[in-house]
């Protein structure tokens, strides 16, 4: 049986999560901001909260999130840290029930750590609105980081899930062929889909050169507008879903 509070820790090989992530979901959801529901009555949901950080984030955009988390110690550090503003439910999103629908729901860097990915996004798909919409977000195996990683022998393919990844739940690497393969055998329609910020340095360099000013929030936003030109080279891709 799965441990999602261990999984939900840093180890010697990974932080759980870099300032360069933070920064990554903050211009993701800039890019899908005209998808997002705002209408009072809109209802929103995350799936797999790590400790708010992401949630925080959301809420700049909807009054009020519902989060399903399996982890009982994150779930507990969300409310402590979000309040009112936030339900959060201990529940895998295969177990979770709610007597309500979602016009937004959002799966960000979540998709890689389901069990069976597809009967995941079908028990996501009977959550949401007839016209709700899905934001999916998860790490690129074809980031240029990947590949010069997988160049240099430490990985044997992009694809490949490393252990620090394995200890952190990870289940699987995502390309854009494959992502849009398990969307599609959810009966999921995609209707945009790109990348977000690209990647040629692993997640630990960028967050040493942009503590020692090499880099600043200005290259990382320009490296994202180079990687509309180029999702497949980004390190994270996304797809907006809608049934």
Excluded: W
């Excluded at 799936?47 to 989060?67: A, H, T």
């Excluded at 320009?222 to 509309?228: F, L, R, W």
Aim: one cysteine or more; glycine letters at 6%.
């Amino acid at each position: 049986m799965r441990n999602y509070d261990v999984e939900a820790k840093s180890n010697e090989g990974r932080e759980y999560q870099y300032n360069y992530d933070k920064i990554v979901r903050e211009i993701f959801l800039a890019k899908v901001d005209p998808f997002i529901e705002k209408r009072k009555d809109a209802r929103s949901l995350e799936i797999g909260s790590f400790d708010g950080s992401m949630s925080e984030l959301i809420l700049k955009y909807v009054d009020f999130l519902s989060i399903v988390e399996p982890s009982e110690e994150m779930a507990l550090r969300v409310r402590n840290r979000l309040g009112k503003r936030v339900e959060v439910f201990v529940s895998t999103i295969e177990e979770f029930a709610s007597s309500g629908r979602f016009d937004n729901i959002f799966l960000v860097h979540t998709l890689e750590h389901l069990d069976d990915p597809v009967r995941g996004l079908i028990s996501i798909s009977n959550l949401l609105t007839s016209d709700g919409k899905i934001f999916v977000m998860v790490p690129n195996a074809n980031a240029v980081s990947r590949q010069i990683a997988t160049a240099m022998g430490m990985l044997k393919n992009p694809r490949e899930v490393m252990d620090s990844e394995a200890r952190q739940g990870h289940l699987r690497t995502y390309d854009q062929h494959s992502l849009k393969t398990d969307l599609e055998a959810a009966n999921l329609k995609i209707i945009h889909s790109g990348g977000v910020v690209l990647k040629a340095l692993a997640n630990f360099q960028f967050d040493i050169a942009l503590s020692d000013g090499l880099i600043s929030r200005e290259y990382m936003a320009a490296a994202d507008s180079v990687g509309n030109f180029y999702p497949d080279l980004c390190g994270s891709i996304f797809s907006i879903c809608k049934l």
